[in-house]
């Protein structure tokens, strides 16, 4: 076996989020991209509390070769949006409801309310699942393989509806 099979695939979307207590509302980002089969990096860049590391990371995040970052933060959220002052990949922003979030409308505006010019695709508070997704959606305009898996994953949506269907069907049958 060559050296190169052993080498972990050089990772193609950045999960970050600004503190520990962020992780398990973004865990399911990763979740998705695993079962995508999309190699990931993931770790904490806190936009108050290590400015410097999240001006190293955004400025860095192309040139290491990732394609797309998911970037979560809650209250005072200004994580997603300023990594993405710093690069010109896309940038999606998940609104965590976190201890200092009042009602996690202040992380969703913090990082919905963009100003012209530099986009952050928010998606719905405590949405990661979402923004694991999206990143899939947005490499699989180039990769057949990531498409197919994105297309059997609707499938699989469908069908988990379609049996509800029928077990609703079959209980109203029962209540005749
Ligand atoms: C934000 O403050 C973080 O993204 C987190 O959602 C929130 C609270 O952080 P901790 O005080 O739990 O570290 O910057």
Redesign the pocket.
């Known amino acids: 076996m060559s050296d190169s099979a052993n080498t972990p695939a050089t990772p193609l979307v950045g999960i970050i989020?600004?503190?520990?207590?962020?992780l398990k509302v973004m865990e399911p980002a990763a979740e998705i991209l695993e079962q995508m089969g999309i190699p990931f990096e993931l770790t904490i860049v806190?936009?108050?509390r290590t400015p410097h590391r999240m001006v190293e990371y955004a400025e860095n995040a192309r040139k290491k070769g990732l394609k797309v970052i998911i970037a979560?933060?809650?209250?005072?959220?200004h994580?997603p949006g300023m990594v993405a002052s710093l690069t010109t990949l896309p940038v999606i922003g998940v609104p965590?409801r976190?201890?200092?979030?009042i009602d996690g409308w202040d992380s969703i505006l913090s990082i919905l309310q963009m100003p012209g010019g530099v986009p952050v695709a928010t998606v719905a508070l405590n949405g990661a699942q979402n923004a694991g997704l999206l990143a899939a959606q947005i490499l699989a305009t180039s990769n057949v393989a990531i498409t197919d898996r994105l297309e059997k994953y609707r499938t699989s949506l469908r069908e988990k509806v379609m049996r509800s269907v029928e077990e609703l069907r079959r209980g109203d049958r029962e209540d005749d």
């Open positions: 989020m600004g503190s520990q207590s962020d806190s936009a108050h979560g933060a809650g209250g005072a959220a994580l965590v976190s201890s200092n979030s």
